[in-house]
């Protein structure tokens, strides 16, 4: 790694003593230099930047001020804390409390830490619940799951702000008769109900029950059903068809689970679970028994085998 960006730099400035100012720079304040020069090589936006940053780095001795340099840039990206804030309490659902994610109490995160923020749309998709379907990604979460796939919107202020521009665009998209409705992922979508419960009510209103709706969410039932959780919550679960709850728990990582990642994670029927006041799975649940690719091998030389 010191070596290359000891190239990098080279390319950057053509100069032989700079180039190993900076190799001998990385062996005692890699973090920082290597910041910068990975910025250069991977945004061509910040050549001007490393341009200026670059020499002034250089006059700074190598030592204990390095360390310092290194620890403040260190600070901008600190270490996620992740709690348990219900400690002792039971019955919270599969694999509840975690310590590879926070725990909240009944009704301590709600729709008043969202901006009404989307991550993202994506239209036409087979990977976010049955059928082809459109998915909308909301902003925000504080599970902070290790190992999450979305860290990178767990920040309430990421993406745009949802307007009627999008909206039309949803609502145009699921009335093609070959979509079969919407998912709601993030982010966390019951923590950005002040968006996603107008929307799902317009849906109802339009399309009744022939779109279905999909939720992913680091809740689990048993949470959401707790007393004292906030009731738009519920007021969200009752549009939903299909909710995939549970926090990611890295240790669970399973590859051949359907619409999961991991296996304390469930497939949720919601108005059976609500109607009988536990939860029922999703009926046409089906997890892979082995890989695909393995399946797809093993098919392929006997077949091969056979033929010649």
Same mark, same amino acid.
């Given at each position: 790694?010191?070596?290359?960006?000891?190239? &990098?730099?080279?390319?950057?400035?053509?100069?032989?003593?700079?180039?190993?100012?900076?190799?001998?720079w990385t062996v005692t304040g890699k973090l920082l230099v290597g910041y910068f020069c990975v910025k250069f090589l991977r945004l061509n936006e910040l050549v001007v930047k490393?341009?200026?940053?670059?020499? &002034?780095?250089?006059?700074?001795?190598?030592?204990?001020? &390095?360390?310092?340099?290194?620890?403040?840039?260190?600070?901008?990206?600190?270490?996620?804390?992740?709690?348990?804030?219900?400690?002792?309490?039971?019955?919270?659902?599969?694999?509840?409390?975690?310590?590879?994610?926070?725990?909240?109490?009944?009704?301590?995160?709600?729709?008043?830490?969202?901006?009404?923020?989307? &991550?993202?749309?994506?239209?036409?998709?087979?990977?976010?619940?049955?059928?082809?379907?459109?998915?909308?990604?909301?902003?925000?979460?504080?599970?902070?799951?290790?190992?999450?796939?979305?860290?990178?919107?767990?920040?309430?202020?990421?993406?745009?702000?949802?307007?009627?521009?999008?909206?039309?665009?949803?609502?145009?998209?699921?009335?093609?008769?070959?979509?079969?409705?919407?998912?709601?992922?993030?982010?966390?979508?019951?923590?950005?109900?002040?968006?996603?419960?107008?929307?799902?009510?317009?849906?109802?209103?339009?399309?009744?029950?022939?779109?279905?709706?999909?939720?992913?969410?680091?809740?689990?039932?048993?949470?959401?059903?707790?007393?004292?959780?906030?009731?738009?919550?519920?007021?969200?679960?009752?549009?939903?068809?299909?909710?995939?709850?549970?926090?990611?728990?890295?240790?669970?990582h399973d590859s051949l689970l359907q619409f999961r990642g991991s296996s304390n994670q469930r497939i949720i029927d919601v108005p059976k679970s609500l109607e009988s006041g536990?939860?029922?799975?999703?009926?046409?649940?089906?997890?892979?028994?082995?890989?695909?690719?393995?399946?797809?091998?093993?098919?392929?030389?006997?077949?091969?085998?056979?033929?010649?």
């Open positions: 790694m010191e070596t290359d960006i000891g190239i &990098a730099v080279a390319v950057l400035y053509p100069d032989d003593d700079i180039a190993d100012r900076c190799y001998s490393v341009n200026v940053i670059l020499p &002034a780095l250089f006059q700074l001795p190598c030592g204990q001020q &390095a360390i310092q340099e290194q620890r403040m840039v260190s600070s901008a990206d600190p270490a996620v804390s992740r709690r348990d804030f219900a400690a002792g309490e039971t019955g919270r659902g599969p694999f509840i409390p975690t310590n590879r994610a926070s725990n909240p109490r009944a009704g301590q995160w709600t729709n008043a830490m969202s901006h009404n923020m989307i &991550a993202d749309y994506k239209r036409f998709l087979m990977t976010d619940g049955e059928g082809i379907r459109c998915s909308l990604y909301v902003s925000g979460c504080p599970f902070h799951c290790e190992g999450c796939y979305n860290s990178s919107i767990w920040d309430f202020r990421a993406g745009h702000e949802y307007n009627d521009r999008l909206e039309a665009q949803i609502m145009a998209d699921l009335s093609l008769p070959y979509v079969q409705g919407i998912t709601f992922l993030g982010g966390e979508p019951l923590l950005n109900t002040g968006v996603l419960l107008p929307l799902s009510r317009k849906i109802r209103e339009r399309f009744g029950r022939t779109k279905d709706i999909w939720c992913w969410t680091g809740y689990t039932w048993e949470e959401l059903m707790r007393e004292g959780e906030s009731p738009d919550k519920r007021e969200l679960l009752e549009q939903i068809d299909i909710l995939v709850d549970g926090r990611y728990i890295k240790d669970l536990q939860v029922v799975l999703w009926s046409k649940l089906h997890d892979q028994t082995r890989f695909i690719p393995e399946i797809y091998g093993k098919d392929r030389a006997a077949g091969e085998g056979a033929a010649s």
